[in-house]
């Protein structure tokens, strides 16, 4: 796809996801049809459905992937765990366009709906799936699977939490996330 076309797709997936946001907003999620997300949006209810299977969808974060030259070098190098981490994020992060705003209204909406919530958990639990991934690759047959899962799985809850608490701190995004990820290095040994 031409990166015009993509661009393109980008701003108008974009614009999907904040009219549903700004309206769930407002008027509470199940007051929120598919329709007038499309009009809000200025966009018909097939190309809605286009861009998303169902209302719901519009709340998720966009698909993104831990992919690229950042996952290779992650993978080859034989540097600081951590400090290889931070980098990879911040390599990740620095694609994605986030408006905090509509995060941040997301981010309430999703607490007010547990189905919403589980949903974007769900996310979560692909990103962990794809670090098990990477990390397997990065350690080789050098560590037990489950510790591999574990690890993965503690990485993307400071990811995580690193998003939650740019909702709330006056820090970029890229910071917050950053501050969760290097304090795994610290956790352990405070306890």
């Not at 701003?11 to 997300?37: C, F, K, P, S």
């Not at 670090?131 to 047959?141: D, S």
Request: aromatic residues 8%; charged residues 25%; negative net charge.
């Amino acid at each position: 796809m031409s990166s015009l076309r993509e661009s393109r797709r980008r701003r108008t997936e974009q614009t999907i996801r904040n009219a549903a946001v700004d309206l769930a907003y407002e008027h509470g999620l199940d007051n929120v049809t598919t329709e007038m997300i499309s009009d809000a949006a200025n966009i018909s209810p097939r190309t809605f459905f286009n861009y998303f299977a169902f209302k719901e969808a519009a709340f998720l974060p966009p698909a993104a992937s831990l992919s690229g030259e950042a996952v290779d070098i992650f993978i080859a190098s034989k540097d600081n765990l951590i400090a290889d981490l931070v980098s990879l994020f911040l390599a990740q992060l620095s694609e994605i366009d986030f408006d905090r705003e509509h995060f941040i209204k997301n981010h309430e909406i999703s607490l007010k709906n547990p189905k919403l919530l589980a949903l974007k958990l769900s996310v979560f639990d692909g990103f962990e799936e794809e670090m098990t991934t990477i990390l397997t690759k990065r350690f080789g047959n050098n560590h037990q699977n489950v510790d591999v899962k574990h690890v993965a799985a503690l990485i993307m809850v400071s990811v995580r939490v690193g998003l939650e608490s740019w909702v709330t701190s006056g820090a970029t995004l890229s910071e917050n996330v950053s501050q969760r990820l290097s304090a795994l290095e610290h956790i352990f040994e405070d306890l």
